[in-house]
C-alpha cells in the first residue's frame, strides 16, 4: 500500500486546515485509515482512526470536537478536516493504513502502512 498525504501549510491559530492522503497498491475499502503527528523532539503520536465504513471513527482527546477524519472509498481518499487550530496542533502529519481496526493496550492503535507525512504549522 502506498499513501501520500497532502494539504499542509502554515495556518493562523484559530484556522482550518483539510489534509489528504491518497491510498494505492491495495483495495482500500478493506483498510482501516489514521492520522498520526509528530512534532520535533516528541514521539508520534494518534490522531484520529476510521475504519472501513467510515462508521465510529475514533479521535484523540487533544483533537476532539475539533477534527473530522472522513473517507471516500469510492476515490480510495481519507481526509482530515481541521478547525480551530492551536499552536500546539504544529507537527508533520502522517496518514497510515491497517487491515483491521486494532488497538493494543500500551501500544496504541496498531498501523502497517505509512506514508510521507505533511507539515502543518500553525501561527499564534
Known amino acids: 500500500v502506498q499513501l501520500q498525504a497532502s494539504g499542509g501549510g502554515l495556518v493562523q491559530a484559530g484556522g482550518s486546515l483539510r489534509l489528504s492522503c491518497a491510498a494505492s497498491?491495495?483495495?482500500?475499502?478493506?483498510?482501516?485509515m489514521g492520522w498520526f503527528r509528530q512534532d520535533p523532539g516528541r514521539e508520534r503520536e494518534f490522531v484520529a482512526v476510521?475504519?472501513?465504513?467510515?462508521?465510529?471513527?475514533y479521535y484523540a482527546d487533544a483533537v476532539k470536537g475539533r477534527f473530522t477524519i472522513s473517507r471516500d472509498n469510492a476515490k480510495s481518499m481519507v481526509y482530515l478536516q481541521m478547525n480551530s487550530l492551536k499552536p500546539e496542533d504544529t507537527a508533520v502529519y502522517y496518514c497510515?493504513?491497517?487491515?483491521?481496526?486494532?488497538?493494543?493496550?500500551?501500544?496504541?492503535?496498531?498501523?502497517?502502512?505509512w506514508g510521507k507525512g505533511t507539515q502543518v504549522t500553525v501561527s499564534s
Open positions: 497498491g491495495r483495495t482500500f475499502r478493506s483498510l482501516v
Open positions: 476510521i475504519d472501513w465504513s467510515g462508521g465510529s471513527p
Open positions: 497510515a493504513a491497517h487491515p483491521i481496526l486494532q488497538y493494543k493496550e500500551h501500544e496504541g492503535w496498531q498501523m502497517t502502512y
